[in-house]
């Protein structure tokens, strides 16, 4: 007689029970990313210390008024997603996802150039295609009104809640 080499029903449902929330995690971290706000470029809304839920990718669906999270500006970057020197900076995407840079979209691809950011974008009248301009609610903010256009393909995705206890303090 040969020996039976399999599991029993009953442990594979508890095999099973146990690997659900690790497999629920891994496709969390997957899908969203936690990161903390260290500079005053979004106050009032997001302060130095507040923690924000950030939805990776959706790029398809930036619009105006959303909040971004992306690689920090890097002249000495090369360039990503075709040549973008001739319309604005590039961006360096950290490999430990340690310096990223929270905005807020002022127009997308067809929107027109806000006046604050035109003389950083060439003039340029109208956002090309796979472009944004991006501001700081703090008007001393680094933003598009520097480093002119951002490229879509620099966004690591979109701000969903503030995680950290705001008090009164409206939600994002």
């Known amino acids: 007689m040969g020996a039976s080499y ?4 009953w442990s594979l449902v508890i095999a099973s029970s146990m690997a659900a929330p690790a497999l629920v995690f891994v496709a969390a971290r997957r899908c969203f990313v936690v990161v903390t706000v260290t500079g005053r470029s979004m106050a009032p809304a997001l302060m130095p210390g507040d923690r924000v839920l950030v939805r990776r990718g959706a790029r398809t669906r930036l619009r105006a008024g959303l909040i971004v999270v992306f690689g920090q500006p890097c002249d000495e970057c090369p360039a990503r997603g075709g040549d973008t020197t001739a319309i604005g900076t590039r961006f360096m995407m950290p490999a430990d996802g340690s ?3 929270i905005k ?5 691809p067809g929107d027109t150039v806000s006046e604050v950011a035109r003389p950083a974008v060439g003039d340029a009248a109208v956002v090309p295609p796979g472009m944004l301009v991006v501001l700081g609610d703090n ?3 680094a933003d598009s009104r520097t480093w002119g256009f951002l490229s879509t393909v620099d966004v690591l995705g979109v701000a969903v809640r503030r995680l ?9």
Do not use: K, L
């Open 99 to 101: 310096r990223w840079t």
């Open 6 to 9: 399999g599991m029993s029903p």
């Open 104 to 108: 807020r979209v002022a127009a997308v």
């Open 164 to 172: 950290s206890p705001s008090g009164s303090r409206p939600e994002i």
């Open 139 to 141: 008007a001393g903010s």
